[in-house]
């Protein structure tokens, strides 16, 4: 369980590292799993319902970006969601009562692996109550060489900035936003089994990965129950909205605070994940390490 320390840095800094959270049987099973996925990603010509490929993937050089909703591709995925090692402490941060977002494992691969521009999760998935938050779990350590995840400490409190270019939302905030302060970023590092937590408002980025090593970051999206999704088409009905509970029980009483919202409209032109959406300005924060 989480100390009140670790309680109260979590609400003053917008994130919070937990090491060894995962115990090493989870974290090779995980491993073991995505190695099989990538080998079989050889023959995969194009991004599909699971991977997400960088455009330079061949049969010969597999160059996964992602593998989507990890939870439906394999068990062992789903059981570290509802993993009472991760819930538990989840719940202590934002309540017993938990939904499922999304879940993505970001692989970055060795030599190349892309960057992600800054960014907040809330800009993407906006709803009544911002009790929500990101928690990823390192499968191999995670270091500043292999593009560890970059947070802006405190960034959860201020404005929802503005994540548009050319009229689109492009899932990306210019670097140079006044008040954004990415001189500020921390890594986010630990060794494999470690996991962090980020609140949805908290600005995070990542660099690209020059390392020998790949750098895979499972990502599972908790919100609350009764944050209730304001972008129309995250909602289909009841039945599949609550089948995403991952604990506790569901509730039709949304529960409505007073957040800063942007709408994520219209649509970035490329679309499939973040690395899609990101397309128009890539390369805009981290181009001195590309
Ligand atoms: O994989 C990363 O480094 C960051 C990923 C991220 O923030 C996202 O996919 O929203």
Redesign the pocket.
């Known amino acids: 369980m989480l100390t009140k320390a670790q309680i109260e840095s979590y609400r003053e800094n917008g994130y919070l590292v937990v090491p060894d959270a995962i115990g090493p049987d989870r974290v090779t099973k995980a491993r073991a799993k995505l190695a099989e996925l990538i080998e079989a990603s050889r023959r995969v010509p194009a991004s599909d319902a699971v991977y997400d490929l960088e455009d330079a993937h061949t049969p010969a050089n597999p160059r996964v970006r992602?593998i989507k909703d990890p939870h439906k591709v394999d068990k062992v995925y789903a059981d570290l969601l509802a993993a009472p090692e991760i819930t538990d402490l989840v719940a202590q941060l934002i309540g017993p009562d938990l939904r499922m977002e999304h879940t993505?494992l970001?692989i970055?691969p060795a030599r190349g692996g892309e960057?992600?521009e800054w960014?907040q999760?809330w800009a993407?998935y906006p709803h009544t109550n911002d009790d929500i938050l990101?928690v990823?779990v390192m499968i191999e350590d995670c270091t500043l060489e292999n593009?560890?995840?970059l947070v802006i400490p405190g960034s959860h409190r201020g404005p929802v900035f503005d994540h548009h270019y050319d009229g689109y939302f492009a899932g990306a905030i210019d670097p140079a936003a006044p008040g954004l302060g990415i001189g500020t970023a921390v890594p986010v590092t630990g060794k494999a089994g470690t996991i962090s937590l980020h609140h949805v408002r908290t600005v995070?980025?990542?660099k690209d990965n020059l390392s020998e090593r790949d750098?895979p970051?499972l990502?599972f999206g908790y919100c609350a129950a009764d944050a209730w999704p304001l972008k129309s088409d995250a909602f289909k009905d009841l039945d599949s909205f609550n089948a995403r509970m991952v604990r506790g029980k569901p509730t039709i009483e949304p529960r409505l605070r007073d957040v800063p919202v942007r709408m994520p409209f219209p649509p970035a032109p490329h679309q499939g994940?973040?690395f899609e959406n990101q397309r128009l300005v890539k390369g805009r924060s981290f181009a001195e390490a590309m």
Request: net charge positive.
């Open positions: 992602r993505k970001n970055k960057p992600v960014h999760d993407f990101e990823g593009g560890a995840l995070h980025g990542s750098r970051l990502l994940s973040i």
